[in-house]
């Protein structure tokens, strides 16, 4: 081509980044791995080929573990662990900045082996992934630094189990093993099968860096290896990866006393209105879906367009798509790469092949005749039913519709069983602000889309999984409230016979949507007390449940008070306890036959005010990212949350749970003290007489093991939480696990209802959303 062609088409020629250096290190390696265990490479075994997506080559031979490696690899995280938290956070930080140093320092190696490894732009490695991975080690050095001074009541939870998948692979890494390392965790850590190179080479880095022994492990292999990590002696598992084995984690940990954080899939909103800055928009889909070929659990995959611009849009927008670039990887000039593996492509194939609805563009790009390319594509005019608006494809594939009104654009995006992220496009600030919040979606991102840093928290809300990583908020996932731990003991319901203590029938009805509601079944037990009967109370059963969940997500104008209405409506409930606190003590110590109702109705009250004080200053912040913007962390309620109260301390433990549930906009359904309802029970009145919406609070009374199932299974409910004297975690997790709700249980085993936690009530009645805006220049 001569020089006055190139500059008549504009056409690039090509600039490949060598790959001579990683291909050398692998050379180095001997092209085959073991693992690392113990601060060393094991020898290798049996194992799989490695390929580059783009060539089909072989770069490499991998171990699949046997069980007996994880549990040697587990061992040592184990053996490791007391002596790397002792080490204290100002020593650990040391070696997260060296870390940090030392990716940076071989920052090229990395990336060009991510791209050989992942078949993504190298232009996406180098200033994506690599860097961003370089950050979040060098922050999480400072919160090492920080966590004595700054989280004094916090410790480290132990050994982590952590499963990544392969479409960020050295940054999935950098998320899970940075702020793990920085609160004095050891770590197991298994990457995606079809990507495992730079793991091994981040290995070495941690032998460069003098890492002590058995801090870092990395064992290889594929889902069988995962489910023996699951299932091993672990204190946490960490995972990203798709929803389906989200979910089958949920269960096999199951009542194992586990922490778990899951970062699921997506099917992000991207939506623009008619007054968006048009080309903007469009740039910022190249970033959103075809950014690393659309395999991003965040990638906003679904289009919503406002009908007025919707022609001229998808125009400029097939347009755009025809100019990019496909091919080779290592070519600086390419805008998109390889899918990582055949079989995703195969996904990718079928699932767009299946669908008969809308039109759809394909770029107009030469595929390379080998390798695992897909060519852009957009689907348009498809409505919310057709499956490729529900499923996550996790390829180039952009699907769309249009919207008309912002309360349509609302509907249409919330309307998914997911709940990661969404891009709200519009020149007015006023529209972006008022949507924002509307958005069901850990991340919202205003005229930008796809940024990410360590300094703000990223995760999901529905399906989309639960826990955030980075941040402050990311750091609670890797440590526990520092305490002694109580093994639960079950305290039973006194038994008794004899004339009732006061000669009229007295059986108290279930609090349901601001009412006293008959229980469903009919069925009522007796309440004793040393003195004799005390009374009779309903035995709530799965209809009642049903009932509350109905009338709690009725009140969901709740979430939209003030806080400082919500913080007069605590203090009322206060007061009018304070003026009944003879009554209250006495029933306290008829059900319990002890004397401490007085302190106990005391303590209820001050819980109630501290709960008041904090509704109007339980605020998010907002984190200086490294972007033209900033990232405000709004805290939101998390919705309806069902409990089970504790058994031991009749109506602190109520007030306890329900106080700042409330005040952070929740609406809760409380199953009562088991053994001791009826303090419970007389508090209805004193929410009737409080202003309490209804519906806000609704109290059941029965069988914690009855009510246990039927709250963690309703699709409805949010979260579960179980400070019950009965171990029911095993039902609450696994039942949780077809919504993927959070769940908080066995807490009967480290709080002491005599002390103040209100901070960690509040921590759990929140969900953070991170709200990306531009800002200053
Ligand atoms: P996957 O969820 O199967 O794999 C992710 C990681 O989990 C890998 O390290 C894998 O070896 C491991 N794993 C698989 N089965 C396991 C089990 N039973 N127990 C423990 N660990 C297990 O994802 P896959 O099959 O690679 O991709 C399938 C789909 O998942 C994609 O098409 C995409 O929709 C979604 N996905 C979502 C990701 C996200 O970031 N949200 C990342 C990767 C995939």
């Keep these: 081509m001569t020089i006055k062609e190139l500059f008549d088409t504009m056409e690039y020629g090509p600039a490949p980044e060598s790959a001579a250096e990683a291909l050398a290190w692998l050379v180095d390696q001997g092209d085959r791995f073991g693992h690392f265990i113990d601060g060393a490479f ?240 469009i740039e910022g889909l190249v970033d959103a879906i075809w950014f690393n070929q659309g395999q991003v659990c965040c990638a906003g995959s679904r289009l919503l367009v406002q009908e007025g611009i919707a022609d001229r849009f998808y125009t400029n927008l097939r347009a755009r798509m025809d100019g990019l670039r496909l091919g080779n990887p290592l070519d600086k000039c390419i805008d998109v790469g390889a899918v990582v593996d055949p079989v995703q492509l195969q996904t990718i194939e079928r699932m767009v092949a299946s669908n008969t609805a809308g039109q759809v563009h394909h770029a107009a790009c030469t595929l390379p005749e080998n390798g695992c390319y897909y060519p852009p594509t957009l689907i348009t005019g498809l409505s919310t039913s057709d499956p490729l608006m529900q499923e996550e494809i996790f390829g180039p594939v952009l699907v769309s519709t249009t919207f008309r009104t912002p309360a349509e654009a609302m509907e249409l995006a919330n309307n998914t069983r997911y709940g990661l992220a969404a891009t709200v496009w519009t020149e007015n600030v006023n529209l972006a602000l008022d949507i924002a919040p509307k958005l069901v979606a850990g991340v919202v991102w205003v005229n930008a889309t796809n940024l990410f840093d360590a300094a703000a928290g990223f995760g999901g809300v529905r399906e989309s999984g639960f826990g955030r990583e980075g941040g402050w908020e990311g750091l609670t996932a890797y440590t526990r409230p520092k305490g002694k731990r109580r093994s639960l003991a079950r305290i039973e319901p006194a038994t008794g016979h004899g004339a009732p203590v006061d000669p009229i029938d007295r059986t108290a009805k279930l609090y349901v949507g601001g009412k006293q509601a008959r229980p469903d079944g009919g069925y009522s037990r007796p309440v004793w007390g040393k003195s004799g009967l005390l009374g009779h109370v309903g035995l709530a059963n799965r209809k009642d449940v049903r009932n509350a969940v109905e009338a709690a997500a009725g009140a969901a104008g709740w979430a939209k008070a003030t806080g400082h209405l919500r913080a007069q409506i605590l203090y009322y409930i206060g007061e009018n306890l304070s003026t009944r606190t003879a009554e209250f003590a006495h029933r306290i ?189």
């Design 42 to 281: 094991t020898a290798p075994g049996d194992g799989f080929d490695s390929h580059n997506p783009a060539t089909g080559e072989v770069l490499a031979t991998l171990t699949q573990a046997t069980q007996a490696e994880v549990d040697a690899a587990v061992a040592a995280a184990r053996k490791a662990q007391p002596k790397w938290a002792a080490l204290g956070g100002a020593g650990r930080a040391r070696y997260l900045y060296a870390t940090a140093r030392l990716l940076q320092k071989h920052s090229r190696l990395f990336a060009v082996l991510e791209t050989l490894d992942n078949g993504k732009p190298i232009r996406e490695s180098r200033d994506i992934d690599i860097p961003l991975a370089q950050r979040h080690f060098y922050y999480h050095a400072g919160m090492a630094q920080l966590m004595e001074s700054e989280l004094p009541d916090a410790e480290p939870l132990g050994v982590c189990g952590q499963i990544i998948p392969w479409n960020f692979p050295l940054l999935m890494l950098a998320w899970k093993v940075a702020p793990a390392l920085a609160m004095g965790n050891t770590v197991v850590l298994k990457p995606a099968e079809y990507t495992s190179l730079t793991a091994l080479l981040f290995a070495d880095i941690c032998q460069q860096a003098g890492l002590p022994k058995g801090v870092v492990n990395i064992v290889t292999g594929d889902g069988a290896v995962g489910e023996m990590i699951v299932a091993s002696d672990v204190d946490k598992i960490a995972f990203t990866g798709s929803t389906a084995v989200g979910r089958r984690i949920r269960e096999a940990t199951a009542g194992r006393g586990l922490e778990l954080t899951l970062e699921l899939g997506g099917k992000s909103a991207y939506i623009v209105f008619d007054d968006a800055d048009i080309d903007s928009a």
């Design 589 to 777: 110590d008829a059900m319990t036959g002890k004397r401490g109702g007085a302190k106990e109705v005391e303590a209820s009250i001050q819980r109630l005010f501290t709960a008041a004080a904090w509704a109007d200053k339980y605020d998010g912040q907002v984190h200086g990212v490294p972007i033209r913007g900033v990232a405000l962390a709004m805290k939101e309620p998390v919705g309806v949350i069902g409990a089970l109260c504790t058994d031991e301390a009749p109506l602190l433990g109520l007030v306890s749970v329900m106080a700042p549930a409330i005040a952070m906009g929740n609406r809760v359904v409380l199953a009562a003290s088991e053994p001791y309802p009826l303090a419970a029970t007389d508090f209805y009145q004193i929410l009737d007489t409080s202003d309490v919406p209804a519906g806000v609070v609704n109290i059941l009374t029965g069988s914690h093991g009855e009510l246990a199932k039927p709250l963690a299974s309703h699709l409805n409910v949010d979260a579960v939480w179980s400070f019950s004297s009965t171990d029911l975690s095993a039902e609450i997790e696994r039942a949780a696990a077809g919504n993927l709700k959070r769940t908080w249980v066995n807490n009967a085993t480290s709080l002491d209802w005599g002390v103040d936690h209100s901070k960690r009530f509040l921590q759990a009645a929140t969900e953070i959303k991170n709200i990306w805006v531009p800002y200053g220049e």
